[in-house]
């Protein structure tokens, strides 16, 4: 099964921890379709 979820990955560091949370749950299967919304 597939989850639609949308990521918003901030300022700072957000952007790098949202890319290595997102990879690993990939890894894991977690089945995620991710949407990243323009900011504005």
Known sequence: MT???T???GDGI?????DATLY????LGAGLNTSSPMPG
């Open 24 to 27: 690993v749950l990939d890894q």
């Open 3 to 5: 989850q639609k979820i």
């Open 7 to 9: 990521v918003i990955r």
């Open 14 to 18: 957000g952007p790098e921890i949202m």
